[in-house]
Nanobody, 126 residues
Framework: QLQLVESGGGLVQPGGSLRLSCAAS????????IGWFRQAPGKEREGVSC????????NYADSVKGRFTISRDNAKNTVYLQMNSLKPEDTAVYYC???????????????????WGQGTQVTVSS
């Protein structure tokens, strides 16, 4: 059974940093693009970042470019989202999701992803 588990969320002050982790069990991440999505109360889900199965292609939402970095460690079956210079508008529940595709495939559309984690809360507030 494919399972993704997010961790690393929490409360941080504006300008601070957090690193989210997405750990997979029941399958290897080697053949999956992994995306990070977020949903704030009253707002639609937003694609934040995605990394291809090869790790060679990444993309980011304009709202996080230059502040967030996605990476993967296939040996640990884990994908990370390093979030720096956090803003109050980054507050949301963050989800990771997996999608099969070519080694260079990425997407920021949730409908392209078949397996989802349960989410981790990120709150940016002073």
């Amino acid at each position: 059974q494919l399972q993704l588990v997010e961790s690393g969320g929490g409360l941080v002050q504006p300008g601070g940093s957090l690193r989210l982790s997405c750990a997979a069990s029941g399958f290897t991440l080697d053949y999956y693009a992994i995306g990070w999505f977020r949903q704030a109360p009253g707002k639609e889900r937003e694609g934040v970042s995605c990394i291809s199965s090869s790790g060679g292609v990444t993309n980011y939402a304009d709202s996080v470019k230059g502040r967030f970095t996605i990476s993967r460690d296939n040996a640990k079956n884990t994908v990370y989202l390093q979030m720096n210079s956090l803003k109050p508008e980054d507050t949301a529940v963050y989800y990771c999701a997996a999608a099969r595709g070519s080694r260079w495939y990425t997407s920021l559309m949730g409908a392209d992803f078949g397996s989802w984690g349960q989410g981790t809360q990120v709150t940016v507030s002073s």
